[in-house]
């Protein structure tokens, strides 16, 4: 008799890895906020300290609460929307697949945890609103923008 995994151990694992890995990059940027703000300055993001304290937060705290199922939904949706943005970031600046495919890995994975929900092994959350197609082309679109409008060869 096969026993098959479930779909549920499946979005759990994948929640907890992208918990992991944001909690792994988030860390130093919490960590030393003012450097992560000058990090963000160097990329073209002002102002830095905003940016960067936002993307800290965001992959610090989002990572812990994704671990435990808490928020699901909106954080994937934060993660969604900060991996779009850096692929965009990241080809406007010509870097190459080697350095955005983590990015689109990312992205995959809180658009998986996005329609499937955190899993049986998470707290509810509504997830409905954030898998709306213009929803979607907004997110996409301002994305865009905010990558073409950092500007990496600007002086600090």
Known sequence: MATFISSEMVLLFARVVLG???????WPKVRSLRSNARDFVGMGF???W?????VAFTEFVGGIL???G???GPVAAL?????????????????GFSDWSYDMLALALALTIMVGGGGVFS????????????????????AMVAAVASDPEMKK
């Open 79 to 95: 993660f969604g929307f900060q991996m779009i943005l850096g692929t965009f970031w990241k080809i406007k600046i010509g870097r």
């Open 66 to 68: 994704l671990i435990l």
């Open 20 to 26: 992991c890995v944001m909690v792994y990059y988030g």
């Open 70 to 72: 808490l928020a699901t």
């Open 46 to 48: 002002r102002p830095g």
């Open 50 to 54: 905003l940016f960067g304290t936002i």
């Open 123 to 142: 707290v509810a959350c509504s997830q409905n609103w954030f898998l709306r197609w213009d929803v979607a082309l907004g997110v996409v679109t301002l």
